[in-house]
């Protein structure tokens, strides 16, 4: 009995493991078993993707509701796959865009020009090139469907990232310095941080916008080359061909369960842990919440395995590599003539690849092409840029009250984030019918009636951004306008539209240049044997590389291009510097 006794009081094994969180608790079996799951799920997508290409003749897409979860699994990691290379992108481009002034000479007018690309033109030369790369393999004609995807995605993250980095607090950044932080540190310890919400936000209206994006990416027509690959892009163009409207309705369906899905698994908990990076001096009443994020901060065992690599992660972050600031190229202390002198260079250089790049261009026209062709492409372009401008300021009037609304308050943007993210990711095809049908019973003109179907996708981007600035908004200035009791206009203009101004402006820009690639879409839709076509450089551009007529696909791209980089400079960039100068939180 005093043998039982003592043993009473020490606890066993199991319970000082227990005690110890060591051992795996009900958490850590759950969280086990998602992480599982979606390894599993990601393992079987990949080795699909690596099968022969006569699989696909052999094994076509079909319109059997069966194949639905295997079709949403393979466009899901396309778009993940899409997705992460964006992120690669805009944490490298984005950065020395906000951080060298003579690289910001290059990579801004670039982003402008890639953005102003279709996907459709990306495509008609990426197709081949994958195709060769991978010969006889569905990994080439899927590199080229991500490739495609990413172009959908990528220039959005990498202006908001920029914008963020050049709004960063001056005290903050103040204070970084005088703590003797690097480059390297001040980029992880406060300015990744503070871009952070921004990015997020701007991650998931990617990630949506890509599905508008990924009929055209999966399947792939241009000239005499077809592929459809397995995915949900795939079966909406089959069943738009085939005028099956239960088929589009499955697919819709498909569509909304998986973004359900990685709303809740992944985008959620993201803005839940991302909340601690707001810019504010009084903390925020309410915060938003995710049960997978609750799940896994409960989840001990899990969190001890990962701790090595947190460790590593923090000890990344805290190395001094250099004093100077990193990729400030611009900053570095050299003789102020030497480096007026390095800048007229670096101008002059860019000026010379600019104007071979343009002489190229016209050689290559100037073997088949007329001056009526090019005169044709402009008039297209001015009817598409006015469908443009006055589709974004309807959009503007809309959703600028409407997402700060919804930003301000926490709890409401968590309901409104999936429905948000399904609609943006809505794509306009599944209207075509009914627009197409629309218009040819009432005999309504297809140059007005087919416009808006251009903002169906990008009008989000306004949405997305302007929730990021509202919710960004720092509490302590909401209180100060309620201790002040400015009200209606004046607080708008005082206080809120200052706030979120540098994302609006984002959100525009991206929403601007997305129309522009939506026109390739929209200005020319089908049902069946039924097609419309309004007149545009859209439609232009569409009708070209359905033909696999190259150089009036070149034209057509390069009008574009102008067309938007003109745009963006004229109109977006002085208000972004504007933004810069005059409305940062300091």
Not at 247 to 266: N, R
Request: aromatic letters at 12%; glycine letters at 6%; hydrophobic letters at 55%.
């Amino acid at each position: 009995m005093a043998l039982l006794s003592d043993d009473r009081r020490r606890p066993s094994a199991v319970i000082a493991l227990a005690r110890a969180r060591i051992l795996p608790n009900g958490y850590d079996l759950i969280a086990f078993a998602l992480i599982l799951a979606l390894a599993v799920l990601a393992a079987h997508g990949m080795q699909a993707m690596r099968a022969p290409l006569a699989v696909l003749d052999a094994q076509p897409v079909t319109l059997d509701p069966w194949l639905l979860p295997e079709y949403a699994l393979r466009s899901t990691l396309r778009m993940f796959a899409a997705i992460i290379a964006s992120l690669l992108f805009t944490f490298i481009v984005a950065t020395l865009a906000a951080k060298s002034r003579r690289a910001e000479m290059v990579i801004i007018p670039a982003l402008d020009i890639l953005q102003s690309v279709p996907v459709l033109g990306f495509l008609t030369f990426t197709v081949t090139f994958f195709m060769g790369l991978f010969q006889g393999n569905q990994l080439g004609a899927e590199c080229a469907a991500i490739f495609a995807i990413f172009t959908s995605q990528a220039w959005n993250m990498a202006f908001s990232f920029y914008q963020s980095l050049r709004t960063v607090p001056r005290d903050l950044d103040e204070v970084s310095r005088s703590f003797g932080l690097s480059a390297w540190q001040r980029f992880w310890r406060l300015e990744a941080p503070f871009a952070t919400p921004g990015l997020i936000w701007n991650t998931m209206m990617s990630m949506s916008g890509g599905w508008f994006f990924v009929v055209a990416s999966e399947a792939i027509t241009v000239g005499d080359t077809t592929v459809r690959l397995p995915g949900l892009g795939s079966w909406l163009s089959l069943a738009i061909e085939k005028q099956d409207f239960a088929a589009v309705g499955w697919a819709v369906l498909a569509m909304g369960i998986v973004i359900a899905l990685y709303d809740q698994l992944l985008f959620r908990p993201i803005v839940a842990w991302a909340d601690k990076f707001r810019f504010e001096q009084t903390a925020s009443q309410e915060k938003p919440e995710s049960w997978v994020y609750s799940l896994l901060t409960r989840a001990h065992a899990l969190r001890r395995l990962l701790k090595p690599v947190a460790y590593l992660w923090g000890r990344l972050m805290l190395l001094r590599l250099s004093k100077k600031p990193l990729l400030a190229l611009s900053k570095r202390r050299d003789n102020k003539a030497a480096s007026t002198f390095i800048d007229y260079l670096w101008l002059a250089f860019i000026a010379a690849v600019g104007a071979w790049g343009v002489w190229s261009v016209i050689g290559y026209l100037g073997q088949t092409l007329a001056w009526a062709d090019v005169g044709e492409a402009v008039a297209g372009g001015f009817a598409t840029l006015l469908r443009v401008v006055v589709l974004i300021a309807i959009a503007s009037l809309i959703w600028v009250p409407l997402g700060v609304w919804i930003g301000l308050r926490p709890a409401l943007a968590e309901r409104v984030q999936p429905l948000a993210q399904f609609l943006a990711a809505f794509p306009a095809n599944v209207l075509f019918p009914f627009a197409v049908v629309a218009i040819v019973a009432t005999g309504a003109s297809p140059n007005v009636w087919l416009s808006p179907l251009m903002i169906l996708g990008t009008q989000w981007y306004i949405l997305f951004n302007v929730i990021a600035g509202a919710s960004a908004f720092p509490t302590d200035l909401r209180e100060a306008a309620s201790v002040y009791r400015l009200r209606s206009w004046t607080w708008w203009r005082r206080a809120i539209l200052p706030g979120i101004f540098p994302y609006y402006i984002t959100g525009a820009l991206t929403a601007s240049g997305g129309s522009w690639n939506a026109s390739i879409v929209a200005e020319v839709a089908s049902w069946g044997d039924t097609k419309l076509e309004a007149f545009g450089l859209g439609s232009y551009i569409a009708k070209a590389t359905e033909g696999g007529d190259f150089p009036r696909v070149v034209l057509g791209i390069a009008v574009m291009s102008l067309f938007v980089t003109l745009f963006n400079r004229t109109l977006w960039r002085p208000l972004y510097v504007f933004a810069e100068r005059r409305l940062r939180l300091d």
